[in-house]
Protein backbone atom coordinates (compact mmCIF):
# COMPACT_ATOMS: atom_id res chain seq x y z
CA UNK A 1 0.00 0.00 0.00
CA UNK A 2 1.71 3.23 -1.00
CA UNK A 3 1.88 5.86 1.61
CA UNK A 4 -0.86 8.54 1.69
CA UNK A 5 0.05 12.39 1.51
CA UNK A 6 0.61 14.20 4.31
CA UNK A 7 -2.93 15.96 4.63
CA UNK A 8 -4.31 12.18 4.39
CA UNK A 9 -2.42 11.17 7.29
CA UNK A 10 -3.65 13.74 9.87
CA UNK A 11 -2.74 12.23 13.38
CA UNK A 12 1.22 11.85 12.03
CA UNK A 13 3.90 13.69 13.95
CA UNK A 14 5.74 16.67 12.40
CA UNK A 15 9.22 14.44 12.58
CA UNK A 16 10.92 17.48 10.07
CA UNK A 17 14.41 18.15 10.81
CA UNK A 18 13.99 21.95 11.66
CA UNK A 19 10.81 21.14 13.95
CA UNK A 20 13.27 21.29 17.18
CA UNK A 21 14.67 24.16 16.23
CA UNK A 22 10.88 26.02 15.36
CA UNK A 23 9.26 24.78 18.34
CA UNK A 24 12.08 25.88 21.20
CA UNK A 25 12.17 29.32 18.96
CA UNK A 26 8.26 29.59 19.37
CA UNK A 27 8.91 28.76 23.26
CA UNK A 28 11.31 31.25 23.51
CA UNK A 29 9.15 33.84 21.21
CA UNK A 30 5.88 33.02 23.25
CA UNK A 31 7.35 32.92 26.48
CA UNK A 32 9.69 36.26 26.71
CA UNK A 33 6.01 37.39 25.11
CA UNK A 34 4.20 36.05 28.27
CA UNK A 35 7.03 36.72 30.69
CA UNK A 36 7.62 40.34 29.82
CA UNK A 37 3.62 40.69 29.31
CA UNK A 38 2.73 39.41 32.42
CA UNK A 39 5.47 41.12 35.07
CA UNK A 40 4.44 44.67 33.41
CA UNK A 41 0.39 43.68 33.69
CA UNK A 42 1.31 42.28 37.66
CA UNK A 43 2.18 46.13 39.01
CA UNK A 44 -0.73 47.50 36.35
CA UNK A 45 -3.56 45.43 37.95
CA UNK A 46 -2.23 46.26 41.22
CA UNK A 47 -2.68 49.67 40.64
CA UNK A 48 -5.98 49.84 39.29
CA UNK A 49 -7.38 47.67 41.89
CA UNK A 50 -5.08 47.83 44.91
CA UNK A 51 -2.38 45.23 46.49
CA UNK A 52 -4.81 43.98 48.65
CA UNK A 53 -8.25 43.51 46.05
CA UNK A 54 -5.51 41.97 43.71
CA UNK A 55 -4.54 39.77 46.03
CA UNK A 56 -7.97 38.15 46.21
CA UNK A 57 -7.39 37.52 42.80
CA UNK A 58 -3.71 35.96 43.25
CA UNK A 59 -5.17 33.45 45.52
CA UNK A 60 -7.80 32.46 43.41
CA UNK A 61 -5.78 32.36 40.12
CA UNK A 62 -3.57 30.24 41.85
CA UNK A 63 -5.81 27.93 42.65
CA UNK A 64 -7.55 27.27 39.28
CA UNK A 65 -3.12 26.89 37.95
CA UNK A 66 -2.85 24.58 40.97
CA UNK A 67 -5.70 22.68 39.89
CA UNK A 68 -5.07 22.28 36.20
CA UNK A 69 -1.78 21.15 36.87
CA UNK A 70 -3.32 18.30 38.78
CA UNK A 71 -3.37 15.92 35.83
CA UNK A 72 -2.52 12.99 37.73
CA UNK A 73 0.56 12.23 35.24
CA UNK A 74 -1.88 11.49 32.38
CA UNK A 75 -0.49 14.39 30.50
CA UNK A 76 3.21 12.53 30.20
CA UNK A 77 1.09 9.46 30.08
CA UNK A 78 -0.60 10.75 26.88
CA UNK A 79 2.84 11.25 25.05
CA UNK A 80 4.39 8.22 26.33
CA UNK A 81 1.33 5.79 25.05
CA UNK A 82 0.50 8.52 21.92
CA UNK A 83 4.80 8.03 20.62
CA UNK A 84 4.48 4.28 21.51
CA UNK A 85 1.77 3.97 18.84
CA UNK A 86 3.27 3.72 14.91
CA UNK A 87 3.09 6.90 13.26
CA UNK A 88 1.25 5.39 10.24
CA UNK A 89 -1.58 5.53 8.33
CA UNK A 90 -2.51 1.99 9.08
CA UNK A 91 -2.62 2.83 13.13
CA UNK A 92 -4.81 6.33 12.33
CA UNK A 93 -7.88 4.77 13.70
CA UNK A 94 -6.02 3.32 17.22
CA UNK A 95 -4.98 6.80 17.30
CA UNK A 96 -7.45 8.13 16.74
CA UNK A 97 -9.16 6.08 19.36
CA UNK A 98 -6.83 6.59 22.17
CA UNK A 99 -7.16 10.24 21.81
CA UNK A 100 -10.84 10.09 22.40
CA UNK A 101 -10.25 7.84 25.39
CA UNK A 102 -7.77 10.90 26.88
CA UNK A 103 -9.94 13.14 25.67
CA UNK A 104 -13.12 11.60 27.91
CA UNK A 105 -10.84 10.54 31.28
CA UNK A 106 -9.99 14.81 30.73
CA UNK A 107 -13.72 15.68 30.90
CA UNK A 108 -13.97 13.36 33.80
CA UNK A 109 -11.23 15.15 35.61
CA UNK A 110 -11.92 18.76 34.57
CA UNK A 111 -15.30 18.21 35.98
CA UNK A 112 -14.75 16.75 38.95
CA UNK A 113 -11.65 19.08 39.98
CA UNK A 114 -14.64 21.90 38.27
CA UNK A 115 -17.00 20.84 41.53
CA UNK A 116 -14.39 20.69 43.81
CA UNK A 117 -13.06 24.36 43.54
CA UNK A 118 -16.61 26.00 43.22
CA UNK A 119 -17.12 24.20 46.56
CA UNK A 120 -14.11 24.51 48.26
CA UNK A 121 -12.55 27.22 47.24
CA UNK A 122 -14.89 29.70 49.31
CA UNK A 123 -14.82 28.24 52.73
CA UNK A 124 -10.34 29.03 52.16
CA UNK A 125 -11.43 32.42 51.91
CA UNK A 126 -12.96 32.54 55.21
CA UNK A 127 -9.42 32.16 56.23
CA UNK A 128 -8.41 35.56 54.77
CA UNK A 129 -9.46 39.01 55.93
CA UNK A 130 -11.41 40.17 52.58
CA UNK A 131 -11.49 43.97 51.80
CA UNK A 132 -15.12 45.16 52.38
CA UNK A 133 -15.39 46.51 49.01
CA UNK A 134 -14.83 42.91 47.31
CA UNK A 135 -17.28 41.08 49.32
CA UNK A 136 -19.69 41.25 46.70
CA UNK A 137 -17.37 39.93 43.82
CA UNK A 138 -16.20 36.32 45.07
CA UNK A 139 -19.30 34.58 43.74
CA UNK A 140 -18.70 36.15 40.56
CA UNK A 141 -15.25 35.57 40.51
CA UNK A 142 -15.56 31.77 41.70
CA UNK A 143 -17.93 31.10 38.76
CA UNK A 144 -15.64 32.35 36.16
CA UNK A 145 -12.64 30.84 37.79
CA UNK A 146 -14.50 27.40 37.69
CA UNK A 147 -15.34 27.77 34.17
CA UNK A 148 -12.02 29.01 33.55
CA UNK A 149 -10.51 25.37 35.02
CA UNK A 150 -12.66 23.75 33.67
CA UNK A 151 -11.82 24.58 29.62
CA UNK A 152 -8.32 24.85 30.77
CA UNK A 153 -8.12 21.13 32.05
CA UNK A 154 -9.83 19.73 29.09
CA UNK A 155 -7.19 21.75 26.85
CA UNK A 156 -4.42 20.68 29.01
CA UNK A 157 -5.03 17.49 28.00
CA UNK A 158 -5.37 18.15 23.98
CA UNK A 159 -1.71 19.85 24.42
CA UNK A 160 -0.27 16.93 25.64
CA UNK A 161 -1.88 15.12 22.78
CA UNK A 162 0.05 17.91 20.47
CA UNK A 163 3.57 16.98 22.31
CA UNK A 164 3.01 13.53 21.19
CA UNK A 165 2.63 14.47 17.84
CA UNK A 166 6.08 16.82 18.23
CA UNK A 167 3.86 20.29 18.50
CA UNK A 168 3.97 22.47 21.12
CA UNK A 169 4.21 25.68 18.98
CA UNK A 170 0.39 25.29 18.44
CA UNK A 171 -0.28 26.49 21.97
CA UNK A 172 3.15 28.39 22.37
CA UNK A 173 1.32 30.99 19.81
CA UNK A 174 -1.69 30.93 21.11
CA UNK A 175 -0.60 32.42 24.10
CA UNK A 176 1.07 35.12 22.52
CA UNK A 177 -2.11 36.11 21.40
CA UNK A 178 -3.37 35.66 24.90
CA UNK A 179 -1.00 38.17 26.48
CA UNK A 180 -1.51 40.55 23.91
CA UNK A 181 -5.52 40.26 24.42
CA UNK A 182 -4.73 40.78 27.98
CA UNK A 183 -2.96 43.47 27.87
CA UNK A 184 -5.70 45.55 25.63
CA UNK A 185 -8.17 43.85 27.95
CA UNK A 186 -6.55 45.75 31.04
CA UNK A 187 -7.37 49.05 28.82
CA UNK A 188 -10.91 48.36 28.66
CA UNK A 189 -10.79 48.36 32.00
CA UNK A 190 -9.60 51.01 32.56
CA UNK A 191 -11.39 52.72 30.21
CA UNK A 192 -14.46 51.75 31.55
CA UNK A 193 -13.44 51.51 35.19
CA UNK A 194 -14.73 47.60 36.11
CA UNK A 195 -12.32 47.92 38.56
CA UNK A 196 -11.45 44.12 40.15
CA UNK A 197 -14.79 42.28 38.19
CA UNK A 198 -12.98 43.64 35.07
CA UNK A 199 -9.63 42.32 35.70
CA UNK A 200 -10.62 38.72 36.76
CA UNK A 201 -12.94 38.68 33.38
CA UNK A 202 -9.85 40.04 31.26
CA UNK A 203 -7.54 37.08 32.73
CA UNK A 204 -10.07 34.47 32.57
CA UNK A 205 -10.64 34.88 29.19
CA UNK A 206 -6.78 34.74 28.48
CA UNK A 207 -6.14 32.51 30.13
CA UNK A 208 -9.21 29.89 28.19
CA UNK A 209 -7.30 30.88 24.55
CA UNK A 210 -4.47 28.57 24.51
CA UNK A 211 -6.82 25.58 26.01
CA UNK A 212 -9.72 26.23 23.18
CA UNK A 213 -7.10 26.77 20.45
CA UNK A 214 -5.66 23.16 21.37
CA UNK A 215 -9.09 21.39 21.75
CA UNK A 216 -9.81 22.71 17.83
CA UNK A 217 -6.03 21.64 17.09
CA UNK A 218 -6.80 18.42 17.77
CA UNK A 219 -9.62 17.92 16.61
CA UNK A 220 -8.92 19.33 12.95
CA UNK A 221 -6.63 16.43 12.98
CA UNK A 222 -8.33 13.54 14.50
CA UNK A 223 -11.54 14.52 13.72
CA UNK A 224 -14.41 12.79 15.01
CA UNK A 225 -14.47 10.61 18.09
CA UNK A 226 -13.92 6.88 17.33
CA UNK A 227 -16.06 5.11 19.91
CA UNK A 228 -15.72 1.16 19.61
CA UNK A 229 -15.21 -2.12 21.04
CA UNK A 230 -11.98 -1.69 23.52
CA UNK A 231 -12.26 2.44 23.77
CA UNK A 232 -11.84 1.77 27.44
CA UNK A 233 -10.37 -1.32 27.82
CA UNK A 234 -7.14 -0.89 25.11
CA UNK A 235 -6.75 2.49 25.19
CA UNK A 236 -8.67 4.30 29.00
CA UNK A 237 -7.49 1.73 31.23
CA UNK A 238 -4.07 1.94 30.13
CA UNK A 239 -3.63 5.69 30.15
CA UNK A 240 -5.04 5.74 33.44
CA UNK A 241 -2.32 2.86 34.50
CA UNK A 242 0.67 3.91 32.88
CA UNK A 243 0.09 7.58 34.45
CA UNK A 244 -1.09 6.29 37.95
CA UNK A 245 2.46 5.94 38.68
CA UNK A 246 3.95 9.41 37.30
CA UNK A 247 0.41 11.27 39.29
CA UNK A 248 2.62 10.89 42.55
CA UNK A 249 5.19 13.20 40.62
CA UNK A 250 2.52 15.41 39.19
CA UNK A 251 0.84 15.70 42.73
CA UNK A 252 4.16 16.42 44.20
CA UNK A 253 5.10 19.05 41.99
CA UNK A 254 1.96 20.40 42.40
CA UNK A 255 2.41 21.08 46.05
CA UNK A 256 6.06 21.82 45.60
CA UNK A 257 5.05 25.55 43.78
CA UNK A 258 1.56 25.77 44.54
CA UNK A 259 0.95 25.98 48.09
CA UNK A 260 3.39 27.93 49.18
CA UNK A 261 1.28 30.94 48.41
CA UNK A 262 -1.65 29.38 50.28
CA UNK A 263 0.56 29.25 53.45
CA UNK A 264 1.47 32.93 52.99
CA UNK A 265 -2.62 33.90 52.60
CA UNK A 266 -3.91 33.46 55.69
CA UNK A 267 -0.49 34.13 57.92
CA UNK A 268 1.18 37.30 56.32
CA UNK A 269 -1.57 38.63 54.81
CA UNK A 270 -3.27 39.53 51.74
CA UNK A 271 -0.58 42.47 51.18
CA UNK A 272 2.71 39.96 51.24
CA UNK A 273 0.52 37.73 49.28
CA UNK A 274 0.74 40.16 46.56
CA UNK A 275 4.62 40.47 47.05
CA UNK A 276 4.89 36.51 47.60
CA UNK A 277 2.39 35.96 43.76
CA UNK A 278 4.78 38.30 42.18
CA UNK A 279 8.09 36.42 43.12
CA UNK A 280 6.50 33.18 42.36
CA UNK A 281 4.94 34.88 38.76
CA UNK A 282 8.74 35.20 38.48
CA UNK A 283 9.85 32.29 39.47
CA UNK A 284 6.99 30.36 37.61
CA UNK A 285 8.21 32.26 34.63
CA UNK A 286 11.72 31.06 34.66
CA UNK A 287 10.80 27.58 35.10
CA UNK A 288 8.92 27.73 32.02
CA UNK A 289 11.69 29.15 30.33
CA UNK A 290 13.57 25.97 31.27
CA UNK A 291 10.74 23.35 30.54
CA UNK A 292 10.29 25.58 26.60
CA UNK A 293 13.82 24.14 26.13
CA UNK A 294 13.42 21.21 27.82
CA UNK A 295 10.18 19.70 26.90
CA UNK A 296 10.74 19.66 23.06
CA UNK A 297 13.54 17.33 23.69
CA UNK A 298 10.72 15.01 25.24
CA UNK A 299 9.99 13.39 21.90
CA UNK A 300 13.44 13.21 20.61
CA UNK A 301 14.71 11.58 23.83
CA UNK A 302 11.72 8.99 23.39
CA UNK A 303 12.50 7.85 20.17
CA UNK A 304 16.43 8.20 20.50
CA UNK A 305 18.09 5.26 20.63
CA UNK A 306 20.41 4.53 23.55
CA UNK A 307 23.76 5.81 22.02
CA UNK A 308 22.09 8.94 20.15
CA UNK A 309 19.69 9.76 23.28
CA UNK A 310 22.83 10.36 25.62
CA UNK A 311 23.63 13.17 22.88
CA UNK A 312 20.26 14.84 23.12
CA UNK A 313 20.29 14.49 26.61
CA UNK A 314 23.90 16.20 27.15
CA UNK A 315 22.80 18.97 24.58
CA UNK A 316 19.38 19.46 26.41
CA UNK A 317 21.27 19.40 29.43
CA UNK A 318 23.87 21.78 28.44
CA UNK A 319 21.24 24.18 27.38
CA UNK A 320 18.69 24.52 30.37
CA UNK A 321 21.92 24.79 32.64
CA UNK A 322 23.20 27.79 30.74
CA UNK A 323 19.50 29.31 30.53
CA UNK A 324 18.86 28.67 34.26
CA UNK A 325 22.77 30.44 34.76
CA UNK A 326 22.25 33.12 33.00
CA UNK A 327 18.75 34.20 34.99
CA UNK A 328 19.68 33.31 38.08
CA UNK A 329 22.88 35.57 37.83
CA UNK A 330 20.17 38.60 36.72
CA UNK A 331 18.24 37.76 39.73
CA UNK A 332 21.43 37.55 42.26
CA UNK A 333 22.90 40.66 41.18
CA UNK A 334 20.34 43.55 40.37
CA UNK A 335 16.77 42.32 42.56
CA UNK A 336 17.05 45.36 44.02
CA UNK A 337 16.47 47.33 40.25
CA UNK A 338 14.11 44.61 39.18
CA UNK A 339 11.92 44.64 42.17
CA UNK A 340 11.39 48.57 42.26
CA UNK A 341 11.35 49.24 38.69
CA UNK A 342 8.97 46.43 38.60
CA UNK A 343 6.40 46.84 41.17
CA UNK A 344 7.34 50.17 42.78
CA UNK A 345 9.09 50.98 45.97
CA UNK A 346 6.47 50.18 48.14
CA UNK A 347 7.49 46.08 47.39
CA UNK A 348 11.54 46.89 47.70
CA UNK A 349 11.13 44.49 51.12
CA UNK A 350 10.64 41.41 48.48
CA UNK A 351 13.65 42.45 46.51
CA UNK A 352 15.85 39.81 48.60
CA UNK A 353 13.28 36.79 48.36
CA UNK A 354 13.63 37.42 44.59
CA UNK A 355 17.65 37.13 44.80
CA UNK A 356 16.49 33.73 46.66
CA UNK A 357 14.64 32.64 43.54
CA UNK A 358 18.04 31.79 41.97
CA UNK A 359 18.76 28.63 43.89
CA UNK A 360 15.28 26.99 42.43
CA UNK A 361 16.45 28.08 38.68
CA UNK A 362 19.23 26.12 39.37
CA UNK A 363 17.81 23.60 40.36
CA UNK A 364 15.21 23.43 37.61
CA UNK A 365 18.01 23.79 34.87
CA UNK A 366 19.54 20.37 36.17
CA UNK A 367 16.08 18.40 37.47
CA UNK A 368 13.70 18.92 34.33
CA UNK A 369 16.35 16.71 31.79
CA UNK A 370 16.43 14.60 34.40
CA UNK A 371 13.06 14.09 35.26
CA UNK A 372 12.21 13.89 31.11
CA UNK A 373 14.51 10.94 31.04
CA UNK A 374 13.41 9.09 34.09
CA UNK A 375 9.78 9.60 32.76
CA UNK A 376 9.96 8.76 29.31
CA UNK A 377 12.46 6.46 28.89
CA UNK A 378 13.14 4.92 32.58
CA UNK A 379 11.61 4.26 36.36
CA UNK A 380 8.67 7.50 36.72
CA UNK A 381 8.50 5.98 40.01
CA UNK A 382 11.75 6.95 40.71
CA UNK A 383 10.94 10.60 39.33
CA UNK A 384 7.59 10.62 41.23
CA UNK A 385 9.49 9.49 45.37
CA UNK A 386 12.11 12.14 44.09
CA UNK A 387 9.48 14.63 43.75
CA UNK A 388 7.52 13.59 46.62
CA UNK A 389 10.87 13.99 48.74
CA UNK A 390 10.87 17.43 47.65
CA UNK A 391 7.50 17.70 48.42
CA UNK A 392 7.99 16.60 52.55
CA UNK A 393 11.06 19.39 52.63
CA UNK A 394 9.24 22.47 51.26
CA UNK A 395 6.14 22.45 52.70
CA UNK A 396 7.26 22.39 56.18
CA UNK A 397 9.87 24.44 55.58
CA UNK A 398 7.54 27.34 54.48
CA UNK A 399 5.38 26.99 57.01
CA UNK A 400 8.36 27.24 59.79
CA UNK A 401 8.92 30.38 57.52
CA UNK A 402 5.74 32.28 57.53
CA UNK A 403 6.10 32.43 60.77
CA UNK A 404 9.11 34.79 60.74
CA UNK A 405 7.55 37.47 58.62
CA UNK A 406 10.01 37.03 56.18
CA UNK A 407 9.41 36.92 52.55
CA UNK A 408 13.07 36.58 52.03
CA UNK A 409 12.86 32.97 54.28
CA UNK A 410 9.51 32.05 52.45
CA UNK A 411 11.00 32.36 49.13
CA UNK A 412 14.35 30.76 50.80
CA UNK A 413 12.10 27.55 52.10
CA UNK A 414 10.15 27.46 48.97
CA UNK A 415 13.18 26.50 46.34
CA UNK A 416 15.90 25.08 48.61
CA UNK A 417 14.98 21.91 48.84
CA UNK A 418 14.59 21.29 44.92
CA UNK A 419 18.07 22.86 44.64
CA UNK A 420 19.60 20.78 47.48
CA UNK A 421 18.35 17.24 45.46
CA UNK A 422 19.10 18.75 42.08
CA UNK A 423 22.34 16.81 42.01
CA UNK A 424 20.53 13.42 43.52
CA UNK A 425 17.86 13.56 40.24
CA UNK A 426 20.82 14.13 38.11
CA UNK A 427 22.31 10.79 39.52
CA UNK A 428 19.42 8.45 39.79
CA UNK A 429 18.72 9.76 35.53
CA UNK A 430 22.16 8.55 34.57
CA UNK A 431 21.08 4.65 35.46
CA UNK A 432 18.30 5.33 32.35
CA UNK A 433 20.12 7.39 30.28
CA UNK A 434 23.53 8.01 30.49
CA UNK A 435 24.92 11.89 29.99
CA UNK A 436 27.94 10.85 28.60
CA UNK A 437 29.47 13.29 30.28
CA UNK A 438 33.87 14.47 29.92
CA UNK A 439 36.35 16.21 30.94
CA UNK A 440 35.62 18.85 27.51
CA UNK A 441 31.97 19.19 28.77
CA UNK A 442 32.86 20.08 32.01
CA UNK A 443 34.84 22.43 31.21
CA UNK A 444 32.47 23.94 28.88
CA UNK A 445 30.20 24.17 31.98
CA UNK A 446 33.00 25.79 33.78
CA UNK A 447 33.06 28.53 31.13
CA UNK A 448 29.36 29.31 30.88
CA UNK A 449 29.73 30.25 34.67
CA UNK A 450 32.60 31.91 34.87
CA UNK A 451 31.50 33.83 32.15
CA UNK A 452 27.56 34.32 33.64
CA UNK A 453 29.96 35.70 36.81
CA UNK A 454 31.87 38.14 35.01
CA UNK A 455 28.77 38.80 33.37
CA UNK A 456 27.13 39.76 36.44
CA UNK A 457 30.02 41.63 37.97
CA UNK A 458 29.75 43.99 34.95
CA UNK A 459 25.97 44.76 36.09
CA UNK A 460 26.65 45.28 39.93
CA UNK A 461 28.96 48.06 38.17
CA UNK A 462 26.35 49.26 35.87
CA UNK A 463 24.09 49.27 38.76
CA UNK A 464 26.31 51.36 40.84
CA UNK A 465 26.32 54.08 37.93
CA UNK A 466 22.71 54.01 36.19
CA UNK A 467 19.64 54.49 37.25
CA UNK A 468 17.44 50.91 36.91
CA UNK A 469 15.25 50.61 33.96
CA UNK A 470 19.00 51.16 32.14
CA UNK A 471 20.79 48.68 33.88
CA UNK A 472 17.75 46.28 33.16
CA UNK A 473 18.12 46.95 29.68
CA UNK A 474 21.38 46.58 29.52
CA UNK A 475 21.83 43.33 30.93
CA UNK A 476 18.53 41.89 29.54
CA UNK A 477 20.30 42.33 25.95
CA UNK A 478 23.64 41.06 27.31
CA UNK A 479 21.76 37.72 28.74
CA UNK A 480 19.78 37.87 25.27
CA UNK A 481 22.57 37.70 22.64
CA UNK A 482 24.40 35.10 25.18
CA UNK A 483 21.21 32.69 25.39
CA UNK A 484 20.92 32.96 21.36
CA UNK A 485 24.49 31.01 20.91
CA UNK A 486 23.32 28.60 23.06
CA UNK A 487 20.66 27.87 20.99
CA UNK A 488 23.50 26.83 17.85
CA UNK A 489 23.17 23.33 19.36
CA UNK A 490 19.31 23.31 18.41
CA UNK A 491 20.09 22.96 14.67
CA UNK A 492 22.13 19.70 14.56
CA UNK A 493 19.47 17.48 16.92
CA UNK A 494 16.53 18.47 14.56
CA UNK A 495 19.01 16.80 12.11
CA UNK A 496 19.48 13.57 14.03
CA UNK A 497 15.00 13.68 15.20
CA UNK A 498 14.22 13.62 11.61
CA UNK A 499 16.48 10.60 11.06
CA UNK A 500 15.24 9.01 14.35
CA UNK A 501 11.61 9.26 14.04
CA UNK A 502 11.50 7.55 10.44
CA UNK A 503 13.47 4.17 12.09
CA UNK A 504 11.85 4.27 15.07
CA UNK A 505 8.25 4.09 13.22
CA UNK A 506 9.80 1.14 11.62
CA UNK A 507 11.28 -0.33 14.86
CA UNK A 508 7.27 -0.26 16.54
CA UNK A 509 5.79 -1.63 13.50
CA UNK A 510 7.68 -4.25 13.34
CA UNK A 511 7.62 -4.83 16.92
CA UNK A 512 3.92 -4.83 16.58
CA UNK A 513 3.87 -7.21 13.56
CA UNK A 514 6.06 -9.66 15.71
CA UNK A 515 3.88 -10.13 18.41
CA UNK A 516 0.82 -9.99 16.70
CA UNK A 517 -1.21 -6.61 17.97
Known amino acids: MGKPDQE ?75 TGIPDDPSYQRERRMFVTAAFLVFLILATVLTAVYVAVFPFYLQTVTIPEQ ?55 VMVTDTGLLGIV ?22 HSPVFAKGLWSEHGKPLIKVSSVMSI ?29 ALMRVYQSCRLVVS ?20 ILKNCLTL ?13 VIPTELMT ?53 TLPSVWAATH ?18 SGLQMYLAEKDVSYGIVKADLMRWTGMVAGAVAFGGVALILAHFLPAWPTIAVVGAGLAVMALRMLKLVRADGAVVAEMSEENSEALMGKREATGD
Open 320 to 332: TFGIGVLMGTALA
Open 341 to 393: AWMGDDFAFAATGLAMLTFGIMGEAITQPANLVMNLRGSPMRASMLSLAVLVL
Open 8 to 82: EHTTGADTSASRLGQNILWNYLSGFTSIFGLLLLYPLAVTIVGASSYGLWVLAIGAIQMLTMTDFGLGAGIVRTL
Open 201 to 222: IVECLSLMLPPLVCLIAVGRRF
Open 292 to 311: WIALPYGYPLRIATADKAAR
Open 134 to 188: DRSILWPMTVLAGLTLFISLIGRGMNSVLWGLNRPDIERKAAVVAILGRAAGYGI
Open 404 to 421: TDSITLVALATVLPSFLL
Open 249 to 277: GALSQLGIYQLPLFLVGPTLGLHATTAFG
